[in-house]
């Protein structure tokens, strides 16, 4: 079945670690989304890509970084500087931008230790 | 499951009688909206989509009403289930060509038998 896979669904971070959260599709699409969520509040964009090795902050970039190697792939990394890291993270994708709908993952927790 | 939705406006219904989850849009110029449902400890699921050239579409169970006189849209959900319990979240696309979405906090809906 297509759709979008992320991993894993559980991450516990150390202070001063950087982690790194995998995102996957096969649905062929060519933009990618990062969403972090919040108890209480929408959902709120991180970075996004609308094509292979090109990428954009969203609102909320500070502390954390992408890289979009592959049509695939999104793997987007919390850093050390990301003081507030615990969340939902939720990754989507969708054929093109705009007027489409996104389609996502079912989300990777990350707890701090 | 994830504390998904907490403080979030709460409409509670009988099962078998119909739903109607309202969201107040933010952008006059946004011509794409969406309706998803997120269930505890997974993504958002898509719903039902709607364009600005239309004020109504239908799915299966489910309306959804356009008033952009007023930036106001809705989800119907007719002889709603146990299995409807859930967030809803409605998005807009900010207009035309945009590559984001805008989401809003979202209605937690709650069915009792």
Redesign the interface.
């Known amino acids: 079945d297509g759709g979008?896979t992320?991993s894993p669904k559980y991450l516990f971070r150390k202070e001063g670690q950087n982690v790194t959260l995998s995102c996957e599709q096969n649905l062929n699409h060519d933009?990618m989304?990062w969403?972090r969520?919040d108890?209480?509040?929408?959902?709120r964009?991180i970075y996004?890509s609308?094509i292979v090795n090109d990428f954009?902050k969203?609102d909320i970039a500070e502390g954390y970084s992408v890289s979009r190697e592959k049509k695939e792939s999104f793997p987007l990394t919390v850093t050390s500087a990301q003081k507030n890291p615990t969340a939902?993270y939720?990754c989507?994708s969708s054929k093109g931008?705009?007027?489409?709908?996104?389609?996502?993952?079912?989300?990777t927790?990350l707890s701090i230790l | 499951g994830e504390n998904v939705g907490l403080h979030l406006p709460t409409l509670s219904v009988q099962e078998g009688d119909n739903s109607i989850i309202n969201c107040a849009y933010s952008n006059s110029a946004s011509d794409y909206f969406i309706w998803y449902k997120q269930e505890s400890g997974k993504g958002p699921q898509f719903i039902i989509d709607i364009r600005s050239n239309m004020d109504k579409r239908q799915g299966q169970r489910v309306t959804v009403l356009l008033n952009k006189t007023v930036k106001h849209l809705s989800l119907q959900i007719a002889a709603t289930q146990p299995g409807d319990s859930a967030v809803y979240f409605c998005a807009e696309n900010g207009g035309r060509n945009t590559d984001k979405l805008i989401f809003g906090t979202g209605t937690r809906l709650q069915v009792f038998p």
């Not at chain 1, 108890?39 to 959902?43: A, F, I, M, T, V």
């Open positions: 979008i992320q933009a989304y969403y969520q108890p209480g509040q929408g959902l964009l996004y609308q954009q969203g939902f939720l989507a931008t705009g007027g489409q709908p996104q389609h996502f993952g079912d989300g927790r």
